[in-house]
């Protein structure tokens, strides 16, 4: 059972060179992941969040161009970017030795899920490098304070446009506040639905978010220029969050807020829970989350201390494995294990039902045990296998690869059911569809 939850609750399923030389102790494999860097080098082709405000202001600008001369626009637009930077995450997949950081990565980029591709398809994947990876074993203070200045996070949720009705340009221009920052903040990415905060709350919160912005109109202005905090957007005035008076300090007034969020019980409780439940599942004792949200406070949110903690626990390794993989996962483990051809990554993840960047509310993608069985989940996810075992040359022993991936954790009867298999394709579909290979 350990190999099988170093390999897939804790990883992405072995790579070949893992599968034929299996850890001899899985934990520790693990753990000793914690100790290599997270971020990512530089890729050619997948811009920073400056080089992606201007892709986006380029795109804009021939977007206008071609209406005003009704013709068809040449722009690199969201969508080649997302793409790239989804075979980018599948070749990283592919050849990491620290497959456990590209699940943490696919954990908190659910967590501050930025999604609707049209959006912050530009932007989506400079937050996972910029804000995301390097903090993931790190203060959970600088990811938090990272995502909710990225402008992903302001274009995704409207920041960029949020204006202090009492701030130069509000008086100016009459533009008004926008709540969907300061709301997601406290629900979403700190306290949590349940953390006791009021609708005045977030409206204090979202006035203290003016100013934070995207500058996309001022022609003229430098790109270095258009990314932060703006004063001339931001609502004068001290702020009562919580309970507590925040001083109208600018920028810094957003800072000192951040850190008495990141210090609360209920965000320790919140993060900690969505933590558990990402990696171990529903099943999970109670005891578990109480005593990571415990490590969370002790060490100011310290994310390496709490994930050390998480991988060191008894109950993390013998929970039973019944949380149904995501698409995401699947096709990352895919790729990890056997370098498929097709299907095309884009298109394999659409149909199963998991776009890419493209989660259904900001909430992100649901981590709840059985949140992808439905009606066509099983059809669509053996067409997928199907053609991930159509397009192998030379098909793999799955006979052999199962024992490896899956070591003890291999049962009587999807050992029986591929050994009985007609051939090696269907073999390697059987193994792909196995409760071992799509639970975790």
Request: aromatic fraction near 6%.
């Amino acid at each position: 059972m350990l190999l099988h939850r170093a390999h897939f609750r804790f990883g992405l399923g072995p790579s070949p060179a893992e599968a034929a030389s299996p850890p001899a102790a899985p934990r520790e494999h693990v753990l000793r992941q914690l100790d290599q860097p997270t971020t990512l080098p530089p890729s050619p082709g997948l811009p920073s969040a400056m080089e992606a405000v201007g892709l986006f202001l380029t795109a804009r600008e021939d977007i206008n161009t071609a209406r005003r001369e009704r013709v068809q626009p040449h722009f690199v637009g969201p969508f080649p970017i997302s793409g790239r930077e989804l075979l980018h995450r599948v070749a990283q997949a592919q050849a990491t030795a620290t497959p456990l950081h590209e699940r943490l990565a696919l954990h908190w980029c659910n967590h501050f899920a930025v999604t609707d591709a049209n959006k912050t398809g530009f932007f989506a994947g400079a937050m996972e490098r910029e804000a995301i990876r390097p903090n993931m074993l790190g203060r959970f203070h600088a990811m938090l304070r990272g995502c909710t200045t990225h402008p992903a996070m302001l274009f995704f949720l409207d920041n960029r446009v949020s204006t202090g009705p009492n701030s130069a340009e509000g008086q100016r221009r009459r533009r008004g506040l926008n709540e969907n920052l300061g709301r997601e903040l406290l629900e979403l990415h700190t306290l949590g639905v349940d953390g006791g905060y009021t609708q005045q709350d977030v409206q204090e919160v979202a006035r203290i978010l003016t100013g934070w912005t995207v500058h996309v109109e001022a022609r003229g202005r430098p790109l270095e220029e258009r990314i932060g905090f703006d004063p001339a957007l931001h609502e004068p005035g001290p702020r009562q969050v919580l309970g507590k008076r925040y001083p109208d300090a600018g920028p810094e007034q957003l800072e000192l807020l951040l850190v008495d969020l990141c210090r609360h019980p209920a965000t320790a409780r919140h993060v900690t829970r969505r933590l558990v439940r990402h990696f171990v599942g529903d099943q999970a004792p109670p005891a578990l989350a109480q005593r990571l949200a415990g490590v969370f406070r002790d060490t100011d949110g310290d994310l390496g201390a709490v994930t050390r903690a998480m991988l060191r626990s008894e109950e993390a390794w013998t929970t039973p494995a019944t949380k149904l993989r995501p698409p995401v996962e699947l096709l990352f483990s895919a790729a990890r294990m056997v370098h498929p051809e097709r299907p095309a990554p884009r298109g394999a993840l659409r149909a199963m039902g998991q776009a890419w960047q493209n989660a259904p509310s900001p909430a992100g993608w649901p981590e709840e045990d059985n949140s992808w069985v439905a009606a066509d989940s099983v059809k669509t996810r053996l067409d997928w296998a199907l053609e991930v075992a159509s397009h192998l040359s030379p098909v793999p022993d799955a006979r052999r690869l199962a024992e490896q991936a899956f070591g003890d954790g291999l049962s009587a009867e999807t050992k029986r059911a591929i050994e009985r298999a007609a051939s090696g394709g269907q073999a390697m579909t059987l193994l792909l569809m196995s409760p071992e290979f799509q639970r975790r």
